[in-house]
């Protein structure tokens, strides 16, 4: 069984620029959550992904944007980078149709200067 | 809207020893999931427990194990015979049984960061 899998493992990008994170669901599951987790807080939802569709989105801007790919992968978009976007970024996936719980990949260090 | 609440920043225990993590959480709903999570150095959110709000029975996974007071709403973990490998951030999270848009979320705590001496 193939754990979730992320890339890249640390970023730096400079105020304004735009990001792509990937992420690749564990085998068997069909939906991906992203979190943001900022320097010693709890992570943030963002977003959740089920058959290439958003299902659910938490207090982010729009220019926090995503893709969900028919294999289940996806892909985390920020546009017009913020200092305060620096941050780890977390996916986990999920079964939707069995155990609720979801499973984290290592995350993405972004850092914007 | 529901919150978690974990009033410990930091904890230590000593190896072999016994240590119980709080967490407290605020919610109107009566079916719900609560889990805690660890994160050591490498960042990777590791699943340690969960429990389901309608079980009235304490979940347990090996050396961890839940007291779940649901009038209470508190879930803390204890986490018996420490190892120098439990030394990590511990983070409560619930998350809703409804499965309809941002309920299935987690919705998490700040962390308890834990120290094991050796």
């Known amino acids: 069984e193939t754990g979730v899998t992320q890339s890249p493992t640390h970023l730096i990008k400079t105020r304004g620029q735009q990001v792509t994170l990937r992420c690749s669901s564990q085998s068997g599951h069909n939906t991906v959550s992203w979190y943001q987790q900022a320097l010693g807080q709890g992570p943030q939802f963002i977003f959740q992904?089920?058959?290439?569709?958003?299902?659910g989105r938490g207090n982010f801007p729009p220019r926090f944007s995503g893709l969900q790919f028919p294999n289940y992968s996806s892909e985390l978009n920020v546009n017009a980078l913020e200092l305060d976007d620096s941050a780890l970024y977390l996916c986990?996936?999920?079964?939707?149709?069995?155990?609720?719980?979801?499973?984290f990949g290592p995350g993405t260090r972004l850092t914007v200067t | 809207a529901q919150t978690v609440t974990q009033s410990q920043p930091e904890m230590s225990v000593q190896e072999a020893e016994t240590v119980t993590l709080s967490c407290t959480y605020d919610?109107?709903?009566?079916?719900?999931?609560l889990f805690w999570y660890k994160q050591p150095p490498s960042r990777q959110m590791i699943l340690v427990i969960r429990?389901?709000?309608?079980k009235q029975q304490n979940a347990t996974e090996n050396r961890f194990s839940v007291n779940f007071q649901k009038a209470a709403k508190s879930f803390s973990l204890k986490i018996s015979d420490s190892q120098l490998g439990d030394a990590a951030m511990y983070f409560c999270?619930?998350?809703?049984?409804?499965?309809?848009?941002?309920?299935?979320?987690?919705?998490w705590g700040l962390g308890t960061s834990l120290a094991v001496n050796p």
């Open positions: 986990a996936s999920s079964d939707r149709g069995g155990p609720y719980e979801q499973y």
């Open positions: 999270a619930y998350r809703s049984a409804l499965n309809a848009g941002n309920n299935r979320k987690l919705i």
């Open positions: 919610t109107s709903e009566s079916d719900y999931y």
């Open positions: 429990q389901e709000a309608y």
């Open positions: 992904y089920y058959r290439e569709e958003e299902n």
